[in-house]
């Protein structure tokens, strides 16, 4: 359980955290949401102790464990499966204590090591190693020879690995592909443990927490449920709001019209006078409502090229060597939706530097050479100049207009004009992907590539994102690790694998099973020995006696759900259950969290029952 009261927080010239209250409950997945810059990030250091609180208190429970992903492991000589091992300090501690115990202890130790199951370890890491993008060849290479993106999953490995009380992450998917951000979003739902999870991925956001924690003016609020169920929630709240402003203000009307009819007359003094006095009184109902998300700007190209914009016969292309993808027999349609699927490095940039022009290719290629493309790519933001200002960029793009038609742009890309001539450097990364996103489609592309838009963008800007693709009359590639976006934005999906790239017969959730059910196989048919010292050897599963524990145990929390769901059920069908807007918020949420609890137990009760093998005795 984590505990915030009243905290208070200043820095860098402003307030961060004003009186700030919230309780997260024990084993909680918690989404911490709010908009760019609002201080989620910040939150996180003052959990960690790193910046220490003007004000009130963040407490937990002695002892407990809390474990952050906010930077890249370091580049050592230890191999990759090695590194994800020793984040867990309990075992790597007990192994290492076996060359040095008397012989008195070693039975204490081997005892507890079998008892966190010190000898499943490497299986279990591998398996986390193998979800997250590595291969069966990559266990063994030092962590050296991996790029920081690599290292950053390295770093979220060892997080789950390790398993603490309490798991911090901050926007977990930009350092994954579509396929990592699946098996992650399955891995967090089942995660034992307490995380709080700084996100913008609304499908992560609705599958994997139980509740979401939203800071806004310096106040934390907790909601039960996930995060479709706290929009709903905050839509009713601010209704309400606004309902009991309007009353509120009808009332201060009223007064108002009495001390203005009567005020001067000395009959009425005393009863205007005491109208006055109320009118103070009134609270200040005004509701905080979030500002307005800025649209994207994609326009349409005016007049349409003929069909197709581009023909693929029998190409392939690589950088020099062998070719990363080859026999690539594809056609491109101005009005094409597509999604490019594929795990990390299987060649999904080098088909958009393709089709971008930026690569050339071998074989049958057949582009219109009118065709405009407008390219978006993540290096972009990272090669901007820290020194540039939005007005040093749109002068260079629009060098014929004048100063005000550029400000003007820049205000529909959604730059306000405070930020119109501050420096790249202090832009936040939202800030840089909107106003590249706007730049590259500014000459209406006939064709919109757009590898990774959402990095930096808040779940307000990516559904705005989301319409303007959708308003957009061109054709559209896109990659991407958001689930919603590829869903709502991509008609049809091609999948990069084995060196080619074909149709992919599905939508996204077979897709998601396909990734899952490959992630299984890859960590299960080959499970690798520690390579550091190996723990006691034990049978390579739970026992069958075990199991039988353990799923009487979960039939009796099965049954307990089942009851807890039918009782508030009941309680929703009373007559006057609704009579009370608050009540009725409340027994709703109620019901919905046991409805989630009943579901988990559900999946637990069946892990085991297929487990358990009812032959044996």
């Known amino acids: 359980m984590l505990r915030i009261e009243n905290l208070i927080f200043d820095a860098?010239?402003?307030?961060?955290?004003?009186?700030?209250?919230?309780?997260?409950?024990?084993?909680?997945k918690v989404g911490l949401v709010g908009r760019n810059g609002i201080g989620k990030s910040t939150l996180f250091r003052l959990i960690k102790g790193e910046l220490a609180a003007g004000g009130g208190e963040i407490t937990m429970p002695r002892?407990?464990?809390?474990?952050?992903?906010?930077?890249?492991?370091?580049?050592?000589?230890?191999?990759?499966?090695?590194?994800?091992?020793?984040?867990?300090?309990?075992?790597?501690?007990?192994?290492?204590?076996?060359?040095?115990?008397?012989?008195?202890?070693?039975a204490d130790i081997y005892s507890r090591l079998e008892e966190i199951e010190a000898d499943r370890a490497p299986a279990r890491a591998a398996e986390i190693l193998h979800g997250l993008g590595f291969s069966q060849g990559d266990l063994a290479r030092p962590m050296a020879e991996f790029s920081g993106g690599w290292r950053m999953r390295v770093a979220m490995a060892a997080a789950l690995f390790a398993e603490p009380e309490f798991l911090l992450l901050?926007?977990?998917?930009?350092?994954?592909?579509?396929?990592?951000?699946?098996?992650?979003?399955?891995?967090?739902?089942?995660?034992?443990?307490?995380?709080?999870?700084?996100?913008?991925?609304?499908?992560?956001?609705?599958?994997?927490?139980?509740?979401?924690?939203?800071l806004s003016e310096g106040k934390l609020d907790y909601y039960p449920g996930n995060y479709s169920r706290f929009e709903r929630v905050k839509a009713e709240r601010l209704r309400l709001d606004l309902a009991t402003r309007d009353k509120i203000e009808a009332r201060r009307a009223h007064l108002q019209s009495f001390v203005d009819r009567f005020g001067a007359k000395a009959s009425k003094a005393r009863q205007a006078q005491s109208r006055v006095k109320m009118i103070a009184r009134l609270a200040d109902a005004a509701p905080a409502i979030e500002p307005d998300v800025a649209p994207f700007l994609l326009p349409s190209p005016e007049r349409p090229l003929a069909p197709p914009l581009a023909r693929l016969e029998g190409v392939s292309v690589g950088y020099g060597g062998a070719p990363i993808l080859k026999a690539l027999d594809l056609r491109i349609d101005l009005d094409d939706r597509i999604g490019l699927l594929g795990v990390n490095g299987s060649g999904k940039s080098t088909f958009a530097k393709l089709l971008a022009g930026d690569l050339p290719g071998d074989g049958a290629m057949r582009i219109d050479p009118r065709l405009r493309v407008g390219w978006f790519h993540q290096h972009q933001i990272e090669a901007m100049d820290p020194d540039d200002t939005p007005l040093d960029i749109i002068r260079r793009a629009l060098p014929e207009a004048t100063e005000s038609q550029r400000r003007s742009r820049l205000a529909q890309f959604g730059m306000k004009a405070d930020k119109v001539a501050t420096k790249v450097a202090s832009l936040s990364g939202g800030e840089r992907a909107r106003l590249?996103?706007?730049?590259?489609?500014?000459?209406?592309?006939?064709?919109?590539?757009?590898?990774?838009?959402?990095?930096?963008?808040?779940?307000?800007?990516?559904?705005?994102?989301?319409?303007?693709?959708?308003?957009?009359?061109?054709?559209?590639?896109?990659?991407?690790?958001?689930?919603?976006?590829?869903?709502?934005?991509?008609?049809?999906?091609?999948?990069?694998?084995?060196g080619t790239i074909r149709p992919f017969e599905g939508d996204m959730d077979d897709y998601a099973r396909h990734v899952l059910a490959r992630a299984r196989q890859a960590g299960s048919p080959r499970r690798p020995a520690a390579t550091s010292k190996s723990a006691p050897a034990r049978s390579a599963g739970p026992s069958q006696?075990?199991?039988?524990?353990?799923?009487?145990?979960?039939?009796?929390?099965?049954?307990?759900?089942?009851?807890?769901?039918?009782?508030?059920?009941?309680?929703m069908a009373e007559p006057g259950a609704f009579s009370e807007r608050q009540n009725a918020l409340r027994l709703e949420a109620d019901?919905?969290?046991?409805?989630?609890?009943?579901?988990?137990?559900?999946?637990?009760?069946?892990?085991?029952?297929?487990?358990?093998?009812?032959?044996?005795p």
Request: a negative charge; aromatic letters at 4%; zero cysteines.
């Open 12 to 28: 860098w010239g402003r307030r961060f955290f004003d009186g700030a209250s919230a309780l997260i409950p024990t084993n909680a």
């Open 63 to 106: 002892g407990a464990r809390i474990a952050s992903v906010d930077q890249e492991h370091p580049a050592t000589a230890v191999p990759l499966l090695d590194t994800v091992l020793e984040a867990h300090q309990e075992r790597a501690d007990l192994l290492r204590s076996l060359d040095t115990a008397p012989p008195e202890r070693l």
């Open 170 to 214: 901050d926007e977990p998917t930009n350092y994954l592909d579509l396929e990592g951000a699946l098996w992650l979003e399955a891995r967090l739902k089942a995660y034992p443990r307490a995380a709080l999870i700084i996100s913008h991925d609304r499908d992560l956001l609705d599958q994997a927490v139980d509740g979401i924690l939203h």
């Open 436 to 498: 590249l996103l706007n730049l590259v489609a500014m000459k209406a592309p006939h064709l919109l590539i757009l590898d990774e838009p959402t990095n930096h963008l808040d779940i307000d800007s990516r559904a705005a994102l989301r319409d303007a693709l959708n308003d957009y009359g061109g054709a559209v590639l896109l990659i991407t690790h958001d689930r919603g976006l590829m869903e709502m934005a991509a008609d049809r999906l091609w999948l990069v694998d084995e």
């Open 545 to 571: 006696a075990w199991l039988a524990r353990n799923l009487k145990s979960a039939e009796a929390r099965l049954a307990a759900g089942a009851a807890e769901v039918r009782r508030l059920e009941t309680r």
């Open 591 to 616: 019901l919905e969290a046991a409805r989630m609890r009943l579901a988990e137990a559900e999946a637990e009760w069946m892990a085991l029952a297929e487990q358990l093998d009812p032959a044996a």
